[in-house]
């Protein structure tokens, strides 16, 4: 057993790093604070190679796996710029692509994810579902060589991003009531579809909506996989989102923890570093702990994925020990600034909003318990 990073894998950290730096936190903030669009970033990083390194190089990505895709989420989010869509476009749409979409689909597609030229996003939350993916209520129907598309999805990231959406469609139920999901891409300018802004208050550049299918017309060549065979397929690309997601936490602890040791060795009070002081350096030093161990848990389910071995439960696991970490880490730094933890100047309180949304997104921590009560410890389900 061996923990040193690969060289390949050091080098990717620290060329996204580099490649994120050169943009700075600033440049997020500014974005967040001016409602505006991290697009600059993102093409900076698809035109290196970063944006779809962990699709196949035959299609114009790196090659690689979810782990590097990880060190790609936490690098930028340790340089201040979390980007919430590589765990959509990239992690989600791009594994299940890569995984079970045919030939032809590939190539249509993946080589634009692949430079950062254009986006996919992934719609299967609806406001009547919640997390019971079973009861999903958007239908799918044959008719002919199409499929008709209706129903509700809710909290859809970044649908003003991307020129296709991933929806997840019930087109049977079975005999225990549950629903069978299928996998469609559809044009995100497709007749039939539309799309409402969801104000909230996490500030971040890539938006929320809920969309509308009024009979949308699909393509038969647009559905991923087979009739029925969506449940399976869509695990392919959501323990890639758990762990994407426990990345970019775990680079935005990075981050704080990294503002506040320097805060706390430069500013002094009674003539000595605050940092000096065990009542500010215990909790960043405890939050530091903390974020070591969710890295360790992020590393073994990428690994996991990537060796197709089941992941589900390190993934969960890794999201869930991140999320904590994550807004431990940024409470802590901003307890450390005192005032000036919330004074925009700082670069920190900015933050809270987004490491607050990966704590309930993609799978809320209570979720999480559920599934490490009953699979993990075999405890009797409540539900």
Known sequence: ?????????????????????????????????????????????????????????????????????????????????????????????????????????????????????????????????????HRLSTTAVQDGDHWILSGTKTYISGMDEAPRVLVVTRTAIDESGKGQLTLFVVDTDAEGLQRTLIPVEVGAPEKQFQLFFDEVRVPADRMIGAPGDGLRIVFEGLNPERITGAAIENGIARYALGKASAYARERQVWGQPIGAHQGISHPLAAAAVDVELARLMTTKAAWLHDEHKPAGEASNMAKYAAAEAALKALDAAIQTHGGNGMASEYGLAHLWGMARLLRIAPVSREMVLNFVSTHTLNLPRSY
């Open 1 to 133: 057993m061996n923990f040193q990073e690969p060289a390949e894998l050091a080098m990717v950290r620290k060329s996204v790093a580099s490649v994120t730096e050169s943009f700075g936190s600033a440049y997020y903030q500014d974005k967040v604070a001016s409602d505006g669009k991290t697009t600059e970033l993102w093409e900076a990083l698809g035109e290196a190679g970063f944006v779809g390194v962990n699709l196949p190089e035959r299609w114009g990505g790196g090659g690689g796996g979810i782990t590097e895709l990880a060190v790609v989420c936490e690098e930028t989010a340790a340089q201040g710029c979390p980007l919430l869509l590589l765990l959509v476009s990239s992690a989600i749409c791009g594994e299940v692509l890569k995984r079970h979409g045919t030939e032809e689909q590939q190539e249509a597609w993946i080589p634009s994810l692949a430079s950062g030229r254009e986006k996919m996003v992934f719609a299967i939350t609806e406001p009547d579902a919640g997390s019971n993916t």
